[in-house]
């Protein structure tokens, strides 16, 4: 019979140890080795049995094995101390406490939205990458002390559990989550009654939704659950899972976030005393609605400020974060289905209908009028973006240039900061233990948590051999993991025992092991290893220098094309002739992980370049001393350096364009030449080195490799790092600007006088135009360092000069002119030229150093400037000379 009301029962513990439930409900211990160590002792079968979950492990260790610790005074002192030393963990300064050189005075509080978090693998609100990168931001954050609040939703079914049919198809399972068996709280009013956010539907309905806290470390993580009985079965059902339901169930989901996301963080600030977000961080376009609640916010609080007034107020302290590099990657909605849900009696107050369209509003040239784009809304509504590598940035600032007409993509406001991982999270502990008897202890902790590169300094005195026989223990547990999850796979597929002897064999801890573990769209391209087929046996089973690979990743539950990828590896795999080589394991999730990627000696990522954001799995690979072999793509292309492991040939030139279509004859060719060129780099220089034993039996020239990645990579590719940079190159601006609006009497008096000034530059940009340039100097040849003196007469209208900046713009040309590699030069308005004549005509001058050899050109343009605005082309507008060429103007030769 089936249960119709399931829930949990605890343990009471005696009072002795009840500082076990302080350590339990607080997620550090996902990060923390000494508290996970503790836990294991309590029962180390009923730890392994409940996943090295403790919330669990303390509702299912018996009240005997209680008893007994309840009088251990050895366990008794170990559980003191690290209740201890949590508590100074929680209160004590850090580095954002001791921070002085931030050029500015740092946020008090900062609010961090993502529709995902992957802290710990027994919280599953997690898919992938997206959700693994938010979790080590908030973690970073936590160690760093940046006083950030983490918001997102409370899936009952998380993502979906994978396991295989016999014949290799994907399938899905949603296993329901009992909050009272998560490290979660239940976010309770001074009277205990569960806080409870509302918000207005169409047709008078209400989305009702209560909020789970879960503390990760120092960070308070807010997770709206709309699972109550306030709601209908349909209401009741908008959390139901991670990216399910059709276009309006995933809308409901965007709205509860953003909107409801902003009044869970009032109500939490409000209990707590936590102080109030200056900034907001929009972790992609999923929760980009927030901006119109803070606008509903103010206009409610401040009935003089309008619209346009509130938005510059929400602008200024806001940051976007972008992880998409194509298009088919964004959330779009009918604009009908906003207009219902943001129209009649679900208006939020002072937000019209139709200035929620024009922020979506997809008005540039491709884009289809009839959808409202999230990520457009989200750059709208943020004063400062980034994309998550440097080559992202780029791929986004071409993707992104039609909200910046006029500019040239470099020019496009949207910075980078490459991702993070976190270290204590992704460190193997016997990687960690390895590196502290050449730094220290303190020193190691302190490195995985800041990451400046002088910390990092003194692993490249770790001996050869020390190096080589950590990397044959990692090795040889993930083979232990993987014949583990091979055989409960196989048994999951109706295998029976009879038929799994052979599963006790296959990989060997002292072959080369390659590991390929992430989602599965196609441009990831999982099935490249298979393009030659028998190529890839002879790699597997080469007699003196074999190779083997593990596998793992997840498709998207809609998406039979990846299901067929997976299907496709899967067969290949289940050949008795190579599954002693080759392996794929169901249910990626974070505890495979943590086998995953210390147990590689190489982590395979071959995306479609520029496909792939970042790709932050081969940074966990790195830090556990594994070599990368990768496409040129995200981190990698800004980080590879010949000597951290090997970067595989791109066919395309590396522009990844006008081979996208997987059905194309030219898709076909670069998967062939990609194919050949990963199978030669793994025969003839990865399987080369690795097998290339000195006398000592040691590979010297590998072991070298992953010294100089731990050295080298180390510091780079750690979350910490990414935060700081954050809070410095965004937070605290954001911050500034968002008090500048806000004034001194927060009566909003700036944000008023820039929306105003906004309003008339944009009404009188028309009249604005570049009438005349001219230069003295100018000739066919020109020597280098010469001088151009040059005069310009521009036209402002209504303007006044103090409201534009007039440039020059110089660089290389190329053959059809264009200009590349610009640099800019601020004109001056002529001393002695009066201002402006009656027809709002000015003469600016200025000296352009020619500075280059080679094909040289220069243009002039007007932008608008204003001391408020975080770039010049922040409105969108630029006026360029009117004559044939226009910004090809004055090209010299």
């Given at each position: 019979m089936k249960a119709i009301r399931r829930f949990t029962v605890r343990t009471v513990l005696p009072e002795q140890l009840q500082p076990l439930h302080e350590l339990a409900l607080n997620l550090r211990w996902s990060w923390h080795s000494e508290t996970r160590e503790l836990f294991r002792s309590v029962d180390p079968d009923v730890w392994a049995a409940v996943g090295e979950d403790p919330v669990r492990l303390l509702g299912e260790v018996p009240a005997a094995r209680l008893a007994a610790l309840a009088t251990d005074r050895r366990f008794l002192r170990r559980l003191g101390d690290l209740a201890d030393d949590l508590r100074d963990y929680l209160t004590g300064p850090r580095w954002y406490q001791s921070a002085n050189d931030l050029g500015g005075e740092p946020p008090a509080g900062i609010a961090y939205f993502s529709p995902e978090y992957g802290i710990a693998a027994a919280l599953p609100q997690y898919s992938g990458g997206l959700g693994i990168l938010a979790g080590d931001h908030l973690k970073a954050a936590s160690d760093l002390g940046v006083p950030i609040i983490g918001v997102g939703l409370f899936y009952r079914h998380g993502y979906f559990r994978q396991s295989l049919s016999r014949d290799g198809w994907q399938q899905e399972r949603y296993p329901l989550l009992d909050p009272d068996a998560l490290a979660v709280t239940l976010l309770r009013e001074t009277d205990g009654t569960p806080c409870r956010i509302d918000l207005a539907l169409p047709g008078g309905r209400t989305l009702a939704a209560q909020v789970w806290r879960a503390q990760v470390g120092r960070v308070p993580l807010l997770l709206l659950d709309s699972d109550i009985e306030a709601n209908t079965p349909a209401e009741r059902d908008v959390t139901d899972r991670l990216y399910g339901g059709g276009s309006e169930h995933r809308l409901l989901q965007e709205i509860l976030l953003g909107i409801g996301g902003v009044r869970a963080v009032r109500t939490y600030c409000r209990l707590?005393?936590?102080?109030?977000?200056?900034?907001?961080?929009?972790?992609?376009?999923?929760?980009?609605?927030?901006?119109?609640?803070?606008?509903?916010?103010?206009?409610?609080?401040?009935?003089?400020?309008?619209?346009?007034?509130?938005?510059?107020?929400?602008?200024?302290?806001?940051?976007?974060?972008?992880?998409?590099?194509?298009?088919?990657?964004?959330?779009?909605?009918?604009?009908?289905?906003?207009?219902?849900?943001?129209?009649?009696?679900?208006?939020?107050?002072?937000?019209?209908?139709?200035?929620?369209?024009?922020?979506?509003?997809?008005?540039?040239?491709?884009?289809?009028?009839?959808?409202?784009?999230?990520?457009?809304?989200?750059?709208?509504?943020?004063?400062?973006?980034?994309?998550?590598?440097?080559?992202?940035?780029?791929?986004?600032?071409?993707?992104?240039?039609?909200?910046?007409?006029?500019?040239?993509?470099?020019?496009?406001?949207?910075?980078?900061?490459?991702?993070?991982?976190?270290?204590?999270?992704?460190?193997?502990?016997?990687?960690?233990?390895?590196?502290?008897?050449?730094?220290?202890?303190?020193?190691?902790?302190?490195?995985?948590?800041?990451?400046?590169?002088?910390?990092?300094?003194?692993?490249?005195?770790?001996?050869?051999?020390?190096?080589?026989?950590?990397?044959?223990?990692?090795?040889?547990?993930?083979?232990?993991?993987?014949?583990?999850?091979?055989?409960?796979?196989?048994?999951?597929?109706?295998?029976?025992?009879?038929?799994?002897?052979?599963?006790?064999?296959?990989?060997?801890?002292?072959?080369?092991?390659?590991?390929?573990?992430?989602?599965?769209?196609?441009?990831?391209?999982?099935?490249?290893?298979?393009?030659?087929?028998?190529?890839?046996?002879?790699?597997?089973?080469?007699?003196?220098?074999?190779?083997?690979?593990?596998?793992?990743?997840?498709?998207?539950?809609?998406?039979?094309?990846?299901?067929?990828?997976?299907?496709?590896?899967?067969?290949?795999?289940?050949?008795?002739?190579?599954?002693?080589?080759?392996?794929?394991?169901?249910?990626?999730?974070?505890?495979?992980?943590?086998?995953?990627?210390?147990?590689?000696?190489?982590?395979?990522?071959?995306?479609?370049?520029?496909?792939?954001?970042?790709?932050?799995?081969?940074?966990?690979?790195?830090?556990?001393?594994?070599?990368?072999?990768?496409?040129?793509?995200?981190?990698?292309?800004?980080?590879?350096?010949?000597?951290?492991?090997?970067?595989?040939?791109?066919?395309?030139?590396?522009?990844?364009?006008?081979?996208?279509?997987?059905?194309?004859?030219?898709?076909?060719?670069?998967?062939?030449?990609?194919?050949?060129?990963?199978?030669?780099?793994?025969?003839?220089?990865?399987?080369?080195?690795?097998?290339?034993?000195?006398?000592?039996?040691?590979?010297?020239?590998?072991?070298?490799?992953?010294?100089?990645?731990?050295?080298?990579?180390?510091?780079?590719?750690?979350?910490?790092?990414?935060?700081?940079?954050?809070?410095?190159?965004?937070?605290?601006?954001?911050?500034?600007?968002?008090?500048?609006?806000?004034?001194?009497?927060?009566?909003?008096?700036?944000?008023?006088?820039?929306?105003?000034?906004?309003?008339?530059?944009?009404?009188?940009?028309?009249?604005?135009?570049?009438?005349?340039?001219?230069?003295?100097?100018?000739?066919?040849?020109?020597?280098?360092?010469?001088?151009?003196?040059?005069?310009?007469?521009?036209?402002?209208?209504?303007?006044?000069?103090?409201?534009?900046?007039?440039q020059v713009v110089a660089g290389r040309v190329d053959e059809s002119d264009r200009i590349s590699e610009a640099t800019t030069l601020a004109l001056k308005p002529a001393s002695g030229s009066g201002g402006t004549d009656l027809d709002g005509r000015v003469r600016y001058e200025g000296h352009l150093e020619l500075s280059r050899t080679g094909p040289f050109g220069y243009t002039v343009r007007v932008l608008p400037a204003h001391p408020r605005l975080a770039s010049g082309a922040e409105l969108g507008l630029v006026a360029v000379p009117v004559e044939p060429g226009g910004l090809e103007a004055g090209v010299l030769r």
């Amino acid at each position: 019979m089936k249960a119709i009301r399931r829930f949990t029962v605890r343990t009471v513990l005696p009072e002795q140890l009840q500082p076990l439930h302080e350590l339990a409900l607080n997620l550090r211990w996902s990060w923390h080795s000494e508290t996970r160590e503790l836990f294991r002792s309590v029962d180390p079968d009923v730890w392994a049995a409940v996943g090295e979950d403790p919330v669990r492990l303390l509702g299912e260790v018996p009240a005997a094995r209680l008893a007994a610790l309840a009088t251990d005074r050895r366990f008794l002192r170990r559980l003191g101390d690290l209740a201890d030393d949590l508590r100074d963990y929680l209160t004590g300064p850090r580095w954002y406490q001791s921070a002085n050189d931030l050029g500015g005075e740092p946020p008090a509080g900062i609010a961090y939205f993502s529709p995902e978090y992957g802290i710990a693998a027994a919280l599953p609100q997690y898919s992938g990458g997206l959700g693994i990168l938010a979790g080590d931001h908030l973690k970073a954050a936590s160690d760093l002390g940046v006083p950030i609040i983490g918001v997102g939703l409370f899936y009952r079914h998380g993502y979906f559990r994978q396991s295989l049919s016999r014949d290799g198809w994907q399938q899905e399972r949603y296993p329901l989550l009992d909050p009272d068996a998560l490290a979660v709280t239940l976010l309770r009013e001074t009277d205990g009654t569960p806080c409870r956010i509302d918000l207005a539907l169409p047709g008078g309905r209400t989305l009702a939704a209560q909020v789970w806290r879960a503390q990760v470390g120092r960070v308070p993580l807010l997770l709206l659950d709309s699972d109550i009985e306030a709601n209908t079965p349909a209401e009741r059902d908008v959390t139901d899972r991670l990216y399910g339901g059709g276009s309006e169930h995933r809308l409901l989901q965007e709205i509860l976030l953003g909107i409801g996301g902003v009044r869970a963080v009032r109500t939490y600030c409000r209990l707590t005393g936590h102080p109030e977000p200056e900034v907001f961080h929009t972790n992609e376009g999923h929760a980009g609605f927030l901006g119109l609640e803070r606008i509903a916010e103010l206009t409610t609080a401040h009935p003089g400020l309008g619209f346009a007034d509130a938005l510059e107020a929400v602008r200024a302290g806001t940051v976007f974060t972008t992880h998409t590099p194509v298009p088919a990657g964004i959330d779009r909605f009918d604009r009908e289905l906003i207009a219902r849900h943001f129209g009649g009696d679900a208006a939020l107050p002072g937000v019209p209908v139709d200035q929620v369209l024009a922020l979506g509003a997809e008005n540039w040239t491709g884009g289809d009028p009839k959808l409202f784009n999230m990520a457009a809304m989200g750059l709208r509504l943020a004063q400062r973006a980034n994309g998550v590598s440097t080559l992202h940035g780029a791929v986004s600032r071409e993707m992104f240039r039609g909200l910046w007409p006029g500019f040239d993509a470099p020019e496009v406001p949207i910075t980078s900061i490459t991702n993070g991982v976190h270290a204590p999270t992704w460190i193997d502990p016997a990687v960690v233990r390895l590196g502290a008897t050449e730094i220290g202890q303190e020193r190691a902790e302190e490195a995985m948590a800041v990451g400046t590169a002088s910390q990092w300094t003194g692993l490249e005195r770790i001996g050869n051999s020390e190096v080589w026989e950590l990397r044959r223990t990692l090795r040889a547990q993930l083979v232990d993991e993987a014949r583990r999850r091979l055989r409960a796979s196989w048994q999951q597929r109706g295998a029976g025992e009879a038929e799994l002897g052979w599963t006790g064999t296959v990989l060997d801890p002292d072959v080369l092991t390659i590991g390929f573990a992430r989602r599965v769209p196609s441009y990831k391209r999982l099935t490249l290893m298979l393009r030659d087929p028998a190529r890839l046996r002879s790699l597997l089973l080469h007699p003196e220098r074999p190779v083997q690979i593990v596998v793992a990743g997840k498709a998207h539950p809609a998406d039979d094309g990846g299901k067929r990828l997976i299907q496709h590896l899967v067969a290949f795999a289940d050949d008795p002739a190579v599954r002693h080589r080759i392996v794929f394991l169901p249910d990626y999730d974070m505890a495979m992980a943590k086998a995953l990627y210390p147990g590689c000696d190489v982590w395979l990522n071959n995306p479609l370049r520029p496909l792939e954001a970042c790709g932050t799995s081969g940074m966990k690979a790195a830090l556990n001393g594994c070599l990368n072999l990768s496409i040129l793509d995200g981190w990698w292309d800004e980080w590879y350096d010949g000597q951290n492991g090997w970067a595989i040939p791109t066919a395309d030139g590396g522009t990844g364009e006008g081979v996208l279509d997987p059905e194309s004859k030219e898709a076909e060719r670069r998967d062939d030449i990609e194919a050949a060129a990963l199978y030669d780099l793994i025969e003839h220089q990865v399987a080369a080195r690795f097998y290339d034993r000195a006398a000592d039996g040691l590979p010297h020239r590998w072991i070298s490799m992953v010294r100089h990645t731990l050295v080298t990579l180390g510091p780079k590719v750690l979350a910490g790092r990414m935060v700081r940079e954050y809070v410095e190159r965004l937070y605290v601006p954001a911050a500034e600007a968002r008090r500048q609006l806000a004034g001194d009497a927060s009566d909003h008096a700036g944000a008023k006088a820039l929306a105003a000034w906004k309003a008339t530059v944009r009404d009188a940009w028309p009249s604005v135009r570049v009438e005349h340039v001219e230069a003295d100097g100018v000739g066919e040849a020109q020597e280098l360092g010469a001088t151009l003196a040059l005069r310009v007469q521009v036209a402002l209208g209504r303007l006044r000069p103090e409201d534009v900046e007039v440039q020059v713009v110089a660089g290389r040309v190329d053959e059809s002119d264009r200009i590349s590699e610009a640099t800019t030069l601020a004109l001056k308005p002529a001393s002695g030229s009066g201002g402006t004549d009656l027809d709002g005509r000015v003469r600016y001058e200025g000296h352009l150093e020619l500075s280059r050899t080679g094909p040289f050109g220069y243009t002039v343009r007007v932008l608008p400037a204003h001391p408020r605005l975080a770039s010049g082309a922040e409105l969108g507008l630029v006026a360029v000379p009117v004559e044939p060429g226009g910004l090809e103007a004055g090209v010299l030769r």
